[in-house]
């Protein structure tokens, strides 16, 4: 341990944009939980350069005991970083010492983004590429139930679209009939974890108190788990919000139901 210069990131201004993951050549930055976190006192060689990049001031400099800055572990770090990256797998939590929501290198690709979606639908589908198309309602990303963080602006007081990930290709008109002015969590409960998915629609529910909850899942059995941990989280942590459960068969057919709540 040495007594050198290090980066200080504040968690209370730091917005989860992720510009100083891409201006650190080391890699020591990540975003974990939609926040900037140091990775580790030893890849973090105390210049600063991503401090110049961070729009809201997040990033400084201190004077405190850390670990010695070394050149082979970062060098082993990177070439770790690029490894998982080509092979499409996120590091494991217990590589990095962090939860199941740690994120390689803080991956750019899942940034926080607001989508202007304010377009109108103004024509159906159509393969005729010299024909309009249907505008993307998407007003966020991204939309993965395992990577949203629970205080993503963009869950705020929504009107919450809580979806199966295989409902989209089922229902023809998705866009149009439920991501207009909705915002949306996707998963599988067949592929992942389900009571991870409670903790965190909890988590969800608690932070964003969101306006309405409409979850869509598909008629399979395997499906059912979606809807039941969502149900179950809205019971604990927002059992006054309005809720509303689809059934979408693999035909497209929608069945609507509303959940009793939880006395």
């Not at 504040?10 to 990540?30: F, H, P, R, T, Y």
């Not at 393969?127 to 963009?154: C, E, I, K, N, Y």
Request: hydrophobic share 35%; charged share 20%.
């Amino acid at each position: 341990m040495a007594i050198r210069n290090i980066i200080k990131i504040d968690e209370e201004k730091c917005d989860g944009c992720g510009d100083c993951v891409l201006a650190c050549a080391e890699g020591a930055i990540q975003i974990i939980d939609g926040k900037a976190k140091l990775a580790s006192d030893t890849y973090c060689d105390g210049l600063g350069a991503c401090i110049g990049e961070c729009p809201q001031g997040a990033i400084t400099i201190e004077e405190r005991e850390a670990t010695e800055f070394d050149e082979a572990a970062v060098a082993q770090h990177l070439a770790e970083l690029k490894q998982h990256t080509r092979s499409g797998q996120n590091l494991s939590a217990s590589h990095h010492g962090k939860g199941p929501d740690s994120l390689p290198c803080g991956c750019p690709g899942s940034v926080m983004q607001q989508l202007n979606s304010t377009a109108q639908v103004t024509s159906t589908f159509t393969t005729d590429r010299s024909q309009p198309v249907m505008p993307s309602q998407l007003g966020h990303w991204p939309v993965q139930l395992m990577l949203v963080p629970p205080h993503a602006p963009f869950l705020k007081n929504a009107d919450l679209l809580i979806c199966a990930d295989c409902v989209p290709f089922t229902v023809s008109d998705f866009h149009f009939r439920y991501l207009t002015g909705r915002a949306v969590v996707v998963g599988c409960p067949k592929l992942d974890d389900l009571q991870h998915y409670f903790e965190k629609l909890k988590d969800i529910f608690r932070e964003a108190t969101p306006r309405s909850i409409t979850i869509l899942k598909m008629e399979v059995p395997c499906c059912h788990g979606i809807a039941q941990a969502a149900v179950q989280a809205s019971n604990e942590m927002a059992p006054e919000v309005p809720i509303e459960v689809h059934t979408i068969g693999i035909k497209g057919e929608i069945e609507r139901q509303t959940p009793p709540r939880a006395q």
